[in-house]
């Protein structure tokens, strides 16, 4: 049963183009969300978060949206670089238990240049 | 400053072999954890500990064993290798309190048991 999914294995986008990755989550639990960028060969290295209070979370490039009613959160690159052709994957834990950090299987995503 | 420092990167194993995949970090996070990659399955949770001395398990501990005596070292032992077991291994590594919600993580074990 995965509580969170990523349904896009993959995702090509034009260089300077918007990139939007979609994760969805099945636990209402959870109020907390990451996301994680890995290359080939190296860990997943933190990008950014949000908590459940907001829906909004903004660093730069890097947008994360939040929809609670939906379940679901977007994270949107503007404008994509080649240099972010990574495997992007979704976390989800609750507050109240950091130990239980539940990933998503990841996007792949091809930054043409 | 090193991080999460895994050891080795590559392993081939027999069947039945046993190894410890080596974890250690140097930024006094009292929280470690073992994650295993499979392709098209994300990171799964096999073991965790929150402090020298505790550990529990994950979403998938059956097959392994961990250890935490030090804050620093956080090894993971795999005793009868099966097929099965053929996974990129992951440690990470977080604080407590404000930002300490996201995880370090180590570069990786690549391991196969033949």
């Known amino acids: 049963d995965q509580q969170v999914k990523q349904n896009s294995p993959s995702l090509s986008v034009q260089e300077g183009r918007i990139s939007i990755l979609n994760c969805d989550y099945t636990n209402s639990m959870f109020d907390y969300f990451l996301w994680y960028k890995k290359y080939p060969a190296e860990g997943p290295t933190f990008l950014i978060s949000i908590s459940s209070i907001k829906d909004k979370n903004e660093d730069g490039r890097f947008t994360v949206f939040l929809n609670k009613s939906a379940k679901h959160l977007s994270l949107h690159i503007v404008p994509s670089q080649p240099g972010d052709s990574a495997v992007y994957f979704c976390a989800a834990s609750k507050k109240t238990s950091y130990d239980k950090v539940i990933f998503g299987p990841g996007t792949s995503l091809s930054v043409i240049p | 400053n090193a991080g999460v420092t895994q050891t080795p990167k590559f392993r081939i194993l027999k069947i039945g072999q046993s190894m410890t995949l080596q974890c250690t970090q140097d930024?006094?996070?009292?929280?470690m954890y073992w994650y295993r990659q499979d392709p098209g399955m994300g990171l799964k949770l096999i073991y965790y500990s929150v402090g020298a001395g505790i550990t529990d398990k994950g979403e998938v501990p059956n097959g392994y064993n961990v250890s935490r005596s030090t804050t620093e070292d956080f090894p993971l032992r795999l005793e009868l290798a099966a097929p099965s077991q053929t996974s990129v291994y992951f440690c990470a590594s977080r604080d407590l309190g404000l930002g300490g919600e996201k995880l370090f993580f180590g570069s990786g074990t690549q391991l196969s048991v033949l």
């Open positions: 930024m006094n996070h009292n929280y």
